[in-house]
């Protein structure tokens, strides 16, 4: 009974909570299977890059709107992230550079860019702050936001499905059909952006990755299949951010670094149950495997 | 242009000639580490100091990321200011990196710290200022340190110190019968982090706050949900914003106990010239004067 109410409580009882956790199964919703579509294409780290080439937009976005505008923050986030993500694809496209590495100097730049402006300014509220988010304070606008980022790029996802995970498994067939593989792989790249913009207000622009990989990682270990995958991913985000948001009023810890914990604690323990896990021995899990 | 220019400089020859019949007074060059102590110090030092605050107007006191010019200004200070008590964590990097070996003097070590009691760990509460027999103590700190720097103004050091003291006497004397007048029931405030501790028990009003000492720490569930249910309790109407602080959380929880903005506090950092806290004295007051309005009884 009294274990009940605890789970129960928390949520009935403050409007905070429930914000907290409707943000949070909102983002696992959205980023779980972006994230699973980055593994499969081998590109896990680009996210962590992309939430840094974020930086400098939504610094500029704050500085325009002279405060913590969501809608002046999201845009900038957008557009800077874009723009790396274009230039990036672009040179690595046209030169022998390859992806990771074009995106590493562009990344780098625009961070380099986001702390600049961020110490021009000052300190006034500090920025780099602001950006680490907190999941206890999200309100109904940026609600609405995340909500709609999810739509969007669950719809996105669905359409632009079969020639994404085809140009991922044989980007030569792509390039033989005729079809434009690079307009996917920008589409993807772009909601890869949306998704770490909704996360950055709930839990900053590091943690939002961490909703995105690791429950990705983890539904890697249970399954090989795509859509189940994608669907696990979801659910072990989701299922994190109720048990983070319960263990941080329970356990008075910080809220978002409790939600991404859980995520870890998901994974180790996939880790070592799942088949495919450490137990299975090296070279089990590859994606070429059979 | 040319004649305006002359004239000018003419003036500034004048000022120069001005100058040296203060027995040879040179002007020290101190260097406090945040705006309110800036203030107190510029009161003392009158003419014989130049005072540069690290921390810029409005900046955050706890969390700084000092700047090479930051450290130019270190390593050029003739003295050098900071509060203490854990304040100024980001200090002893930047002296380290201007390779300042000179010891700063900490103006709060005269005064006993607080620690809350819902405190973790042995924190102590750095927002001495706050209450304004502290800054008494800091001014009779700051007047000794620079007539230990420079003897030869010692009088003007000692006269503009006790002068200064006679305003925040007055200033005390103020904001204590201002808080009486309202019912001790009443006397209760909502704002965004716990800098207000040695406010509230030297003129005797509750404060409360989701974000703890430092702005540093991350708010965890538990805690906003408790203070919601304080609120609650208590029955307060009017939240307070800081202008160094991130807003959102303590918006969060007006949102949930139906409170009402009531303003800006000026906490730990003094607006810049021209807005509504320019200096200590009109920071206190501009604070007693937003809370006494939001805790008088309707």
């Known amino acids: 009974m009294s274990l009940l109410s605890d789970l129960w409580d928390p949520f009935a009882s403050f409007g905070f909570m429930r914000r907290a956790l409707v943000a949070s199964i909102t983002l696992g919703m959205g980023a779980g299977p972006v994230g699973v579509m980055l593994q499969l294409r081998r590109m896990s780290l680009i996210g962590d890059a992309m939430s840094h080439a974020i930086l400098p937009g939504a610094a500029v976005g704050f500085l325009l709107a002279g405060g913590l505008s969501l809608t002046a923050m999201g845009l900038g986030g957008i557009v800077a992230g874009l723009g790396v993500a274009l230039l990036a694809g672009l040179v690595s496209r046209r030169t022998h550079l390859a992806e990771d590495a074009s995106f590493a100097s562009f990344y780098l730049t625009s961070l380099a860019l986001g702390v600049l402006i961020v110490s021009a300014r000052g300190s006034n509220i500090d920025l780099l702050h602001v950006l680490f988010g907190t999941i206890l304070a999200i309100d109904g606008p940026a609600l609405y936001l995340m909500g709609g980022i999810t739509t969007l790029s669950l719809c996105l996802l669905s359409i632009i499905w079969r020639p994404l995970v085809m140009e991922c498994v044989d980007p030569g067939f792509m390039r033989m059909t005729g079809s434009r593989g690079g307009v996917y792989h920008m589409v993807f790249l772009f909601l890869v952006v949306i998704n770490l913009v909704a996360g950055f207000e709930a839990l900053g622009t590091l943690m939002s990755v961490g909703m995105m990989m690791v429950p990705a990682a983890t539904a890697r270990l249970w399954t090989r299949r795509l859509l189940p995958m994608m669907a696990l991913s979801a659910g072990v985000g989701m299922a994190a951010g109720l048990t983070g948001l319960l263990v941080s009023y329970h356990f008075s810890l910080a809220a978002g670094p409790s939600i991404i914990l859980t995520c870890s604690i998901l994974y180790v323990v996939s880790l070592l149950a799942s088949p495919t896990g450490l137990r299975a021995g090296r070279g089990a899990s590859s994606w070429q495997g059979s | ?298």
């Open chain 2, 1 to 298: 242009m040319i004649v305006h220019r002359l004239f000018s400089l003419l003036g500034l020859c004048g000022l120069l000639s001005v100058a040296p019949v203060h027995a040879q007074a040179r002007t020290l060059r101190a260097v406090a580490s945040f705006t309110v102590l800036a203030d107190v110090v510029a009161h003392v030092g009158g003419t014989h100091v130049t005072v540069t605050s690290l921390v810029p107007p409005d900046g955050d006191p706890h969390e700084f990321e000092p700047s090479p010019d930051d450290a130019r200004q270190l390593r050029q200070a003739d003295i050098v200011f900071m509060s203490g008590e854990g304040l100024e964590s980001w200090f002893g990097r930047l002296a380290h990196a201007a390779s300042y070996h000179g010891q700063p003097v900490i103006v709060s070590s005269a005064i006993q710290a607080y620690t809350p009691p819902g405190a973790q760990q042995a924190e102590t509460d750095p927002h001495v200022w706050n209450s304004v027999p502290n800054v008494v103590i800091w001014t009779n700190t700051i007047r000794d340190a620079l007539i230990a720097a420079d003897p030869e103004d010692a009088d003007s050091f000692r006269a503009s110190a006790s002068a200064y003291v006679t305003q925040l006497q007055a200033l005390d004397q103020d904001i204590r019968s201002r808080i009486s007048a309202i019912p001790a029931d009443r006397r209760r405030v909502l704002t965004s982090h716990d800098a207000f501790g040695y406010y509230g028990r030297a003129y005797g009003v509750t404060f409360m706050a989701p974000q703890g000492l430092s702005t540093e720490t991350e708010a965890s569930a538990g805690n906003v949900a408790t203070l919601i249910r304080q609120i609650h309790q208590t029955g307060i109407t009017t939240y307070f914003m800081e202008n160094a602080t991130d807003p959102r959380l303590v918006q969060q929880v007006a949102r949930a106990t139906g409170a009402q903005p009531g303003g800006e506090l000026y906490a730990e950092a003094l607006s810049p010239p021209g807005g509504p806290a320019p200096d200590y004295i009109t920071m206190m007051r501009h604070n007693t004067d937003l809370m006494v309005a939001a805790m008088r009884p309707r």
